[in-house]
Structure formats: C-alpha cells, structure tokens
C-alpha cells in the first residue's frame, strides 16, 4: 500500500540545465497535482493532470515548465533551462477518481539550481 | 478571491494545552476544506477535513470548527504534544477543479 512515490528527493542542477521530476500516484488514483513550495511559504498550485490529459494548468509559468502523465508510467514535470528563482520543493499529490479533492502527498523534490 | 488567509504564523504552546490555528477564505465556490500537517523535510500529511454541510468535525484530539457564513474555519488542537511540534496549513479546494489553496501554514512549538 505504498503511497505517492517521488523521485528523486533531491536534484542539484546547473543554471541552463534541464529539471525532470518524477511522481507515481497512490495505486487506484488518477488524479495527480503538482505544487510548488519556496522557503518559509504555503504551497502552490501548479498544475492538475489525469491519464494523457492536463486539466489545469493555470498555475504553472508560461514558459520552461510543462507536466505530463502518459497512460503509462509516472506523472513528469519538466523545467527546461533552469534558473536560481526554480530553487523550492516540488510536491506531487494523487487523489482517487471518485474524489478529486481528497488528496495525499509525495515526500517531494528538492530541487537546487546552482 | 482565491485567497487563504491563516494566522497566527507562529503558535508556542505548553504540553497539554490547546492550540488554536484560525484560516479565512473569500471565494464561495469552496466546498472543501483540509488540514496538512508537514515535518521538516517532509510533504504535507493530511490531517482532518470538512465539507460545509457540518459545522463541527473531530477526530481524536484534532476538531476542525467551521463557521460558512462567516468563511471562517479554524483547527483546534487538544492535549497539545511536543509531537504535534510541525507546520500546519490549512487549504481550500472546489469538487469542480480539484485543485487546493493553500494558507500561508503556521509553525507550531509544543513546549515539554
């Protein structure tokens, strides 16, 4: 009964490097959320997946980010090109299909862009 | 109108007392409303959570008080312990989008 897996925990990266996160949902869950958290602050949303399809995306940058969940394998989101400001902890959620509000969080990404 | 307000940002508490955490939310459409507790270096676990039909729910020594008219909710922990030691957040959500707002959580000291 493993929870919401995240991997890896923490990512060191260069400025102008590429940034994958990786998260597989709660097993029976097909909804996944990402969240952003800097530093001393709350957590914000940034994007709503289900299989093969972005539901919400209003919460992610209009550029360098982009997030998927294919049929197969673990929801990914990406940030292209990364910059110091990316620094903060990405955390994934999953919720069941039949309530899509009751959600449980991953360990989280620490990502560090140096 | 998507805001959360939660206050107070710190909270210092003695061993068995009672913590309160108070949240605040603007938009109606909200119909959903949970609280985190997160450890360091940990992701957020979820606590307790409401739904506005009720104005009251309790789980253990954790009590979630929701006033709709208000668009207040608050959570009340009893008992306090050096355990409960964490960062709360509370957040609020719609059926419709799924998605969560979340307060800006307040750190919680239990003093032994």
């Known amino acids: 009964n493993a929870g919401v897996m995240q991997n890896p925990r923490h990512l060191v990266r260069r400025r102008g490097q590429e940034a994958r996160l990786r998260c597989s949902p709660m097993k029976g869950h097909s909804h996944v959320y990402w969240y952003r958290q800097l530093p001393e602050e709350g957590l914000k949303f940034m994007v709503y997946l289900q299989k093969e399809n972005i539901i919400d995306e209003s919460g992610m940058p209009k550029e360098r980010f982009s997030a998927e969940f294919p049929k197969e394998g673990p929801s990914i989101l990406r940030i292209q090109q990364v910059v110091r400001g990316d620094s903060a902890a990405y955390f994934c959620?999953?919720?069941?299909?039949?309530?899509?509000?009751?959600?449980?969080f991953g360990q989280g990404t620490r990502l560090t862009v140096v | 109108q998507q805001q959360v307000k939660q206050s107070p940002q710190s909270l210092i508490v003695q061993k068995g007392g009672i913590s309160i955490i108070n949240c605040a939310y603007e938009n109606t459409a909200f119909d959903y409303f949970p609280w985190y507790q997160q450890f360091p270096g940990k992701g957020p676990a979820l606590l307790i959570a409401?739904?506005?039909?009720?104005s009251e729910k309790k789980e253990g020594r954790f009590t979630i008080s929701f006033n709709k008219s208000a668009k207040q909710f608050s959570l009340h922990i009893m008992d306090s312990q050096p355990g409960d030691s964490a960062t709360y957040f509370c957040?609020?959500?719609?059926?419709?989008?799924?998605?969560?707002?979340f307060g800006q959580g307040t750190t919680l000291q239990v003093k032994p």
């Open positions: 409401i739904r506005p039909d009720v």
């Open positions: 959620a999953s919720s069941p299909q039949e309530t899509n509000t009751e959600a449980f």
């Open positions: 957040a609020a959500g719609s059926s419709n989008t799924g998605k969560l707002i």
